[in-house]
Every structure is written in C-alpha cells, then in structure tokens.
C-alpha cells in the first residue's frame, strides 16, 4: 500500500503559469513532509518542507498548502519557469530521524 | 549546500557477483540513510543510522544486503550475491538533525 500518493503523474504548464502539485498521506504520526525536486541524472534536492503546526509554508515562488484533518497537501509553483522542470517528490517522515517515504513523484514541464 | 559523497558513480557487473557501495557523509551528521531507485521510480528507503548504529530496515533490505561503517567516517553498502532486480540507483543522505536529508550524487548500478 503506498503510503505517501501524488498526482497528477505528470503535468505541463506554460511559462508564467501556476502549477499545482498533490500529495496525500495515511499515516497520521507523519510529522514533517518536505517536498524534493530531482533534475534528469542528478539525486533530489531539498526545494521546502512544512511540518504539521504549520498550513502553509512560502519560499519564493513555491508554497506548500497543508490540510492536516485531510491528510493533504499540495505544491504550488507560481510564475513557472522553464528552469521549472523537473521531478518532484513529496516525501513523509515520522519522528526521530525516521527514513523519507517517499511518493512515486510529479514530472512538470514548462513550455516557454 | 553540504555534500555528500559517493564513489563511485556507476558500477557493471555479473550476477552473482559483490558490490560494495561508499559513501562519505558530510563530517558532523548524525543520521544517515540508504535509499534505492529504480529508473523512472520513487527512493525507496533501505536502511537508516544514528550515531553509527544501524536504527531501522525495510523489506527491500534483503539478507544480500550489509552495511558497514569500516573506519567511523565512511558507509558501505554490500550486495552480495547480486541479482537482476538489484539494478538501480543507489542514493545516501545523511542529516545533522532529524529532518532535512542531504542527498549524495548516486551510484548507477548495472547487474547483468
């Protein structure tokens, strides 16, 4: 059973345009939930986390939306940029240093 | 941002045969993971540290699979017997805290 589910699977948008990335979850003792984008033959990269105190978290032009009653969430790319494309990932952990679930990813492309 | 090692990057061998996987975490982090990813796929988590001791496994950890730290500073992982379904990307992340995971450039390894 995954526990950490995203969609869409895929998703283009064009440049300056809003994409909106969902994530969902079923294990409610998750307590932090970064979101880790992973460019063609590279590893992940940290892009923002929000952990469950918070519903909403904004660094740029990336904000995450949390709704913790739901167990949802999502990422928002405002502004889109070609430099934009990419895996994303939303990830799940419990506490204590616990490993990432991760989920099966969202690949966004940008069209200029 | 902090960097995380891996050597090396890619890897062919036989089935059947042993791999050893390095990775040298950044100096002062406490935690540390293996993930796997299969082309295309999520991380999937293998196996987690803390303070050198192994903490947590999951079902991906075959009895194949032992992880070392030889000297206090790198880890290894080891495959052996290596088989077909062992072909991935072999990720390690280490963290100073229970939360963000560094991820290192990978290791690419073929089983034939």
């Known amino acids: 059973q995954q526990q950490v589910r995203q969609s869409p699977q895929s998703l283009t948008v064009w440049e300056g345009e809003t994409a909106i990335l969902n994530c969902s979850y079923e294990?409610?003792?998750?307590?932090?939930f970064p979101w880790y984008w992973q460019f063609p033959r590279e590893s992940p990269a940290l892009l923002i986390a929000?952990?469950?105190?918070?519903n909403k978290k904004e660094d740029g032009r990336f904000t995450i939306f949390f709704n913790k009653r739901e167990k949802k969430l999502s990422l928002h790319i405002t502004d889109s940029q070609p430099g934009d494309s990419a895996t994303y990932f939303c990830?799940?952990?419990?506490?204590?240093?616990?490993?990432?679930?991760f989920g099966t990813g969202t690949t966004v492309s940008v069209s200029p | 941002g902090p960097k995380v090692l891996q050597i090396p990057s890619h890897q062919i061998i036989d089935m059947g045969q042993m791999v050893t996987l390095n990775c040298d975490p950044v100096?002062?982090?406490?935690?540390f993971y293996w993930y796997k990813q299969i082309l295309g796929q999520q991380m999937e988590f293998l196996v987690n540290?803390?303070?050198?001791?192994?903490?947590?496994k999951s079902k991906l950890f075959k009895d194949q699979f032992s992880v070392e730290r030889p000297d206090g500073s790198y880890f290894t992982l080891k495959i052996q017997p290596t088989a077909l379904e062992d072909s991935a990307v072999y990720f390690c992340?280490?963290?100073?805290?229970?939360?963000?995971?560094?991820f290192g450039p990978g290791t690419r390894l073929l089983v034939l």
């Open positions: 100096s002062n982090h406490l935690y």
């Open positions: 929000i952990r469950p105190v918070s």
């Open positions: 540290f803390y303070n050198g001791k192994v903490m947590e």
């Open positions: 992340a280490s963290s100073p805290t229970e939360d963000t995971q560094y």
């Open positions: 990830a799940a952990s419990g506490q204590g240093g616990r490993a990432l679930i």
């Open positions: 294990d409610s003792t998750f307590d932090y």
